[in-house]
C-alpha cells in the first residue's frame, strides 16, 4: 500500500467531522491531530473513538506539527485566510471550505501565499463532485450538447439559516449562490464576463434587516457568448432543489434532484413520489466523499487538483459583482474587478 | 379527390357513434344510412345533423342498399356473426367490433364466409393503432430489444361494469382480456400456443354470481418460446391502466400510460402528478380516429387490412383457452383448439 | 341548438386555416367568406370542400358583410390594427393573432376603438389554453404552491424561421418572447414591473444582420415581488421546448414538454425514448382548437373572453422594455412606459 | 457506548469480505476472526489491514471460539446447515447467506436446531432492506393501496453466471427467484397458496444442459385470495433489472430502478438517460450494509429479526414448488408440501 498521508482537522464542527469520518474510509490516510475553539471531553471522546491521537484549541499545535502533511481549514470564514497563509509558511497542505474570505483582495492574498510556498490547495466546492453534475459536465466535454448557449442553475434550500448565522454570511450570493456561481464555470469551462442580479426578501424580513435578500436571479454571461441564469431560494417547501442544464447548438443536458427512493404511489388523487433529498448532507454525501478522496490522490501522485485557489478567487468575484449589481440595480462586467474591489472594500469598511 | 366511400352504421349505441363521427372527419367518407333496433327522435336528431339521410330499424335496409360500400357493425356481439353473413352475401365490405362471438365455430363460419364473398372484414383491435404501443411494434420490428423473450401486459379498467353488463359479458377473458391477447399477437408477432390462467373475485362478488372473475393473470408461451404474462383488473382507483413491455436478448421496450398533462407539484408532502387518462375514451381516442383511416384506406387502395378476422379467431381461441384453464384449473395448449371447440359447445350449452 | 354565429376569415396562410378547420368542428359555427390578398383557385377549391360560400382578396368584402358576426383576422402583423378599426366601425366581434402591432400607440388605439365600439376583441395567445400550462394556473390559484416567488419559462423552437420573416419579424422579443410574457402575467396573475434582457447571436449569424438576437434570458420583476426568468432560443435540436415552472412559499408547480408517445427503449447504450412534439402545430394543436371554442362560447353567451386586447398591450408593453433593455445593457421599468413609448416610436420610426 | 459484539466470519469470497467490510462500519462491532477453505496470505493481508486478529482454514475454530458472539455464514450453499447446527450447539447467533439448503427437510432441521437452541438466526433477504422496497412496504402496511390484488415482480440480472455456477447453482427457481418469492412474501404479508412455473431457454443453451432454464415467469396465488406473477431472466443487456408492484382496491405502489445519475440529454435522436445500476452490488450496497445493521441491532437489543429462519424455509418451499411446476407441467399447491417433500427427495437423489 502507498505511504500514509498524515492529515490535521482545524475546526470540529459539523462540516470538520464529516469530513473527518470521510478520510478515515481512505486506507492511506491517518488523522493525527483535530483542533477547535471549543474543544472538551466530547471531542475527545470523538476523537479517541477515531484513534485521533491529539485534541487541541490551538490550531498553530496542527499547522506547526512536523509529522502532518496536510491540513483541513474547517474552521469559520473569517480565520480561513490567516490559517491557510500559516499553513504555506508551514509547508502543508490544505484543503479549505468556501468561500475563502469575504474579501477579494485578501483572498488574492491566500491564494498566492499558497502558490509562493508551492503547496497545494484545494477549495471545497464539493458539487463538482456529485454524480449527476459530473455526468452533465461529461456530457459537455464529449460534445453531446455542441457548442453551450444557456446554462440554467437552479439552488433551493430547505430552510432558511438562523438569524446568527444570516448576520454573518456575507449574504445570498457570497454564501449560498458562490456554489452556483462555481458551478456555471465548471459546466461550461468558460469564465464569466458580467453578472446582473435581482433579488427579494420574499420569506422572511430578517434577510432584509441585514441588507441581505432570501430570493435570487442571476443572469451571467461568458465569456464565449454563452448566456446563463441562476436561482436561489432560501426555503424550497419540498426539500433541498438542485438542478442544472446546459443547452447547446447540438442539444441540451440536464440533472433533476435525487430522491430517496423510485417509489410511487397511485391512487384516486393521482400519482405521488416522495420529495427529493432533504438538504446537502443526503444529496452530496457521495461528494463530500469524492472530494476529500481526490484531494488526497493528488497529493499521493502530484497531479492537479480538481479545485483550485483560483477557483476559489474566481467565484468570489463572480459572487462580489452580482452583490454590486442587485446594489447599484445594474449589469456589472467583471472586466470592472480592480474598480469593484476598491468599491468592494469601501463597502465592506462601512458594513 | 379519391371516390366517395359510402358507409352504413348498424348499431348507434356509444362506440357505433364515436366511428360514425370519427369517419366523417374523412373527406372521401360519406355515412348514408345508420340503423338501430331502438332507433327514435333523438337518433334521428343525431343522423340529421351529420347529413345521414335514411335512419332504420332494420339492418337489412342497410345490408341491402346497393349504394353502400362498407357496413360498420356495432350493435351487439350475438348479431355479429349473422350480419356479417348477410353483409358477405351482399359484398359489402365490413369492419366489426370484438368479438365476433362468444362461439369459436360461429366465428370461423362468419370468418370463412367473409374470405368466400371476398369481402374486407376488420375486427375493432383498437389498441393496435395506439400511439404508444405502435412505436413499442415499430421497436420489436426494428429489432431495439433483438429476440423477444418475455411479453408484459397491463390491463386494467377504472370501474366495473354494470351487473346487467357482466351477465351477457361472456367472463373477463373474452371480453376484457381478449384486447391483450390480440396486443401479444400484435407485438411479438408470433403465435400463442399455451396458456395458463389464474382468477379471482377480489373487486365485487357479483362477478361470482355469473362464474366470473374480476382478477385474473394469465401466462401465455409463444410458438418462438417468448414467455408472456398479461394481468387484468376490473377497478383500479386510480383510472385506466393501460401499459405493456417487451423484453429480449438486447434489451427491453415499455410503454407506460397517458396523463391528462406533465405538470407536477412538489410540496412539503411529496411530488403528485394527475393520475392516468380516465378510460378507454380518452386514451384510445386517436387510435379510434386511425383503426377508421386505415380501414377506410385499404378499401380504397386495395392493401391488406390491418387487423383481419383470423386476427379476430386467434384471439377468441386464447381467451376460450384461458377461460378452459381458469375452469380446469391447469395449463391448456391451443393445439387442443378442436377438443376445445367441442368442450366449449358443451360448456356453453349448459351456461 | 344554439343558433349559429357566422365566421369570416381574414387572411388565409397555415394559421387562417387551421383557425377554420377548428372552427368547423364547433356546430354552432358558420363560415361563410374567407379572404387573402393571394386568393387563387387553390383558395376557391380549399373554400368549396368545407362549404365556405365567398373567397375574395379584399378583406372589406367581409368586414361590411352584414350577415357576418365575428372576423379572424389571420393576416400579416401591419394589417392587424387597421382591420380591427375597421371591424369596430363595422360593429364585428374580432379573434386577431399576436402581435396587434409592433407599435404601443398604435396597439392601445385598436384595443380602445374595440372597447369604445364595444366588439369583444380576442388576441391568439393560444399557450393559455395548454393542457399542460393551464394546470399550473389552477394550481396557482387553488393555492398549491402559496405566494409566487419565482416563475421560469422556458421557450424553445426547433428551427430557425426564413430570413424573410427574420427581417421582419419584429425581433425575438416582439415576435417570439411575447408569448412567454403573456404567460408570466397569466401564470401569475400579477403585472410585470420591469425586466432586463440579456441576448446574442449563437446560433446564425442572420439574426445580427438585422439587429436581432437568437438566443436571449430575460429576467422580470412582478408587481407582487415575485421574480421570473424567461429563456428563448430559436434551435432546439431535439424539438419545441416548452416548459413552465412557478415556485412559492408552498412548493413548486411545473410543467414537462410533451411526447409523441410513453415508450422507453432500454438497451445497453441506456434508457431512451422519443425527443417532445416537434413544434407548435403539434404541441399547440388542442390549445388552438379550444382557444377558437371559447371564443365562440363568449360570444354566445356574453361571458369576457379569456385573453383580452389589454392583455395584447400589456405583453406588447414587456416585450418593448425587453427590446429596450437589450439595446441599452440595464434594466427597464415598466413604468417609464410613456417615456418607452415616445423612444420606441424614435427607434421606430429610424429603422 | 454499548458492549461490543464479536463476530467470526466464515467464508471469505465476495459477499463475506462485504459483510465483513459493512459491519466494520458499525463502532459496536469487533470482528475476530475469518475462516476460509482457501485461506492463504492474501486473506491474512486482507485480515491484518481490518485488525481481524484469527486466520484460519477451520470453520470449527471460529464456532467453538468463545469469545464470539454471532457468526456469518458466507460458505457455499452446502456447508449451510451443518455450520447452522454446530453454531447452535457451540450457542452462537448466526446470520446465513440464502438458500439454507436445496433439501427443505434439511433446511427445516437447521431451522429448528436454531429455534431449540435459542439463537437468533438471520437469513440473508437483503432485498427487504432496499430502499425501494421497504417504502412499497410502508405503503402496504399504512393503507396505501387499501387490500392488495395483484403483486408483480420482476428481476433480471445483467449477465448470467459461469457454467460452474450454473451447475450447481440449484436452478433459477431456487438460486435466483428465491429472493423473489421473500419479496412476494414481504410485500404482501400473506402466504403463497399455489404456483405456476414457465421456463424457457432462451438465452444460452448451457442451462439447458443442467435441466435449468434462463427465463421464467411463475405465478402465485396468495392465502388472502391475492394473485402474483415473478419474471426472471439471466442476462438484461440494459443491466440489473429489480422492480415490484402492489396493486389493490385503493391503487398501486410501485418501484422503479435505481439509476446512477438523474442526468438526461435531449438530441435530434431523442432523450437518454444511462441504464440502472449494473448488478447487486451496485443496486444493494445500502441494503447489505441495513441487514447487518439490523442484524446486530436485534442481537443487542433482543427485538425480533427482521428475517428469520422460518422465511427461509417458506421461500424454499415455494422454490421447491415453482421447480416442480416447471417439471410437471402443471400448477402445485404449496399444502402438498409433505409429498412436495418426498417427491423432491427422490428427485434429489437421482439428479
Redo the contacts between chains.
Keep these: ?1 502507498a505511504k500514509k498521508v498524515t492529515i490535521g482537522i482545524i475546526g470540529a464542527g459539523r462540516i470538520g467531522k464529516i469530513h473527518a469520518d470521510n478520510l478515515l474510509r481512505l ?1 492511506q490516510v491517518q488523522i493525527t491531530a483535530v483542533s477547535d475553539l471549543f474543544a472538551g471531553p466530547e471531542l475527545i471522546e470523538w476523537a479517541s ?1 477515531r484513534g485521533i491521537a491529539k485534541v487541541t484549541k490551538d490550531s498553530s499545535d496542527i499547522i506547526n506539527d512536523p509529522s502532518i502533511d496536510a491540513i483541513f481549514i474547517c474552521s469559520s470564514t473569517d480565520t480561513h485566510v490567516p490559517l491557510i497563509k500559516e499553513a504555506a509558511k508551514a509547508g502543508k497542505h490544505v484543503f479549505c471550505e468556501k468561500p475563502l474570505s469575504m474579501d477579494i483582495g485578501r483572498t488574492e492574498e491566500a491564494v498566492q501565499a499558497a502558490e509562493e510556498a508551492g503547496i497545494k490547495l484545494q477549495i471545497g466546492f464539493n458539487r463538482r463532485f456529485d ?2 453534475f ?3 459536465r461529461e ?1 459537455v466535454l464529449i460534445g ?4 453551450p ?2 446554462v ?1 442553475i ?1 439552488s ?1 434550500d430547505p430552510n432558511p439559516p438562523h438569524e446568527d448565522y444570516i448576520r454573518v454570511s456575507g449574504g445570498i450570493f457570497m454564501d449560498m449562490m458562490i456554489h452556483d456561481f462555481d458551478m456555471a464555470r465548471y459546466l461550461t469551462g468558460s469564465e464569466v464576463t458580467e453578472v ?1 442580479a ?3 426578501v ?2 422572511d424580513p430578517v434577510f432584509g434587516k441585514y441588507g441581505d435578500v432570501d ?3 442571476v ?1 451571467l ?1 461568458f465569456e464565449n ?5 441562476i ?1 436561489n ?1 432560501r ?4 426539500g433541498y ?1 438542485q438542478r442544472v442544464e446546459v ?1 447547446g ?28 433529498l432533504h438538504f446537502f448532507l443526503e444529496r452530496y454525501n457521495e461528494a463530500y466523499i469524492d472530494e476529500t478522496r481526490q484531494f488526497i490522490a493528488c497529493l499521493a501522485d502530484g497531479q492537479p487538483l480538481p479545485v483550485t485557489g483560483e477557483d476559489g478567487v474566481k467565484a468570489e468575484m463572480i459572487a462580489l459583482a452580482a452583490k454590486l449589481s442587485h446594489q447599484l ?3 456589472i462586467k467583471l472586466s470592472e474587478a480592480a474598480q469593484l474591489k476598491r468599491e468592494a472594500e469601501g463597502m465592506e469598511s462601512h458594513v
Design positions: 500500500m486506507p473513538e454524480h449527476n459530473k455526468r452533465v456530457h453531446s450538447v455542441g457548442t448557449h444557456i440554467k437552479t433551493r446582473y435581482q433579488g427579494g420574499l420569506i430570493t435570487a436571479i443572469t454571461r457568448g454563452a448566456l446563463g441564469v436561482d431560494s426555503q424550497a417547501a419540498y432543489d443547452f447548438s447540438k442539444g441540451s443536458v440536464a440533472a433533476g434532484n435525487d430522491h430517496p427512493n423510485t417509489t410511487e404511489v397511485s391512487s384516486a388523487e393521482g400519482v405521488t413520489r416522495d420529495k427529493p440595480g445594474r449589469p
